[in-house]
């Protein structure tokens, strides 16, 4: 059995998780509703306010698939109850971010500012002039999200500039040094 999958999954007051016949598992808590394709090879029960996934065969397919099916609800209950966050951190000399309204306007050191608009589900903070708050209920979404922000300038291994998630230590490198004089 997988370590993971095999881990039952508690469901907390005011979560509501339902399985339609062709495996799709819906939940929904008091920060909204997620849906997800659980594989054909997976079975899910709920019983007692936990919910236990199980394979019913012990093929390749089926072993891969049971802590992925596992580990993908609980992120669900977890989104719908208190959802996920991401912090970004601009580093630079003049780099920094605003929200207008729904959108994130970044000064990156390009001619133009650079402007981001918030999908669906998922919401931006700016804390200061230097710190992007990414939140949303879908772990995946806010990850993309989070990731195509810092995109727009990766921290650079040598002054260490760019916008790195909060944390996130860059491996610095040397500069050039002199020519050798003789």
Known sequence: MSRIGKL????????????????????????????????KLIKVEINDGTLTVTRDSDTKEARSAHGLSRTLINNMIIGVTAGF????????VGYKAEKKGNVLVM?????????????DGIQTEVTSPTEI???GISKAF????????????????????????????????EGKT?????
Request: a positive charge.
């Open 8 to 39: 039952p999954v508690a469901l907390p007051a005011g979560v509501d998780v339902k399985v339609s016949d062709n495996n799709v598992v819906t939940v929904k808590g008091p920060k909204g509703e997620l849906q997800e394709q659980i594989s």
């Open 85 to 92: 966050e991401k912090k970004l951190q601009l580093v630079g």
């Open 107 to 119: 000064s990156l050191g390009y001619s133009h500012p650079v402007e981001m608009e918030d999908p």
């Open 133 to 135: 708050i990414v939140k």
């Open 142 to 173: 806010v990850g993309n999200y989070a990731a195509n922000v810092r995109k727009w300038r990766l921290p650079e291994p040598y002054k260490g500039k760019g916008i790195r998630y909060f944390g996130e230590v860059v491996r610095r490198k």
């Open 178 to 182: 002199g020519a050798k004089k003789k």
